[in-house]
T-cell receptor
């Protein structure tokens, strides 16, 4: 496996379910990111982890809970979601969380909340 | 503050040129450019840094006017493979990797 992988690729969940999204990067990077991409909206940064420490939380509701157990893995735990949370969730990584480092994106998880 | 991209959409014939602009109301440290094809992940194209440093793909060219807080992406002799949505992402002087993306410019290249 190379690059950034995400599982599952598609997820349908009810508002009372609990699920988790997984991201893995094989690039030796130290920073990882979660983004939300809704139809006709720009990419919205959700969380940034640098060296396994959360350094950015972009006013995301508590029903989204990130976890970064090591520099290669990133999870997004979901619970009690709303239909407006349906979107493409993209994971990315970069060498460092400092300015000027390009980000490499995974293919995303298409989430539908029913 | 979200950067503003223009135009919102452009249609080209193969071989034609296009310019996509990105403007911010805040002082910038760097501007990132990515392309996303339908159903795929965004792909890195270029970074332009304050002070003039650039890194990215050889076939892509771009400019960064720090005073005007603007960047432009130049697509010359366009190919069918250039089709997709182009996003600029900007960051200030934060060291958290926080990028704020523009709304995107959709480019369609026709044969």
């Amino acid at each position: 496996e190379t690059g950034v992988t995400q599982t599952p690729r598609h997820l349908v969940m009810g508002m009372t379910n609990k699920k988790s999204l997984k991201c893995e990067q094989h690039l030796g990077h130290n920073a990882m990111y979660w983004y939300k991409q809704s139809a006709k909206k720009p990419l919205e940064l959700m969380f940034v982890y640098s060296l396994e420490e959360r350094v950015e939380n972009n006013s995301v509701p508590s029903r989204f809970s990130p976890e970064c157990p090591n520099s290669s893995h990133l999870f997004l735990h979901l619970h009690t979601l709303q239909p407006e949370d349906s979107a493409l969730y993209l994971c990315a990584s970069s060498h460092s969380a400092g300015p000027g480092y390009e980000q490499y994106f995974g293919p995303g998880t298409r989430l539908t909340v029913t | 503050q979200q950067p503003v991209q223009s135009p919102q959409a452009v249609i080209l014939r193969e071989g034609e040129d296009a310019v996509i602009n990105c403007s911010s109301s805040k002082a910038l440290y760097s501007v990132h450019w990515y392309r996303q094809k339908h159903g795929e992940a965004p792909v890195f194209l270029m970074i332009l840094l304050k002070g003039g440093e650039q890194k990215g793909h050889e076939k892509i060219s771009a400019s960064f006017n720090e005073k005007k807080q603007q960047s432009s992406l130049y697509l010359t002799a366009s190919q069918l493979s250039y089709s997709g949505t182009y996003f600029c992402g900007t960051d200030g002087s934060s060291n958290t990797g926080k990028l704020i993306f523009g709304q995107g410019t959709t480019l369609q290249v026709k044969p």
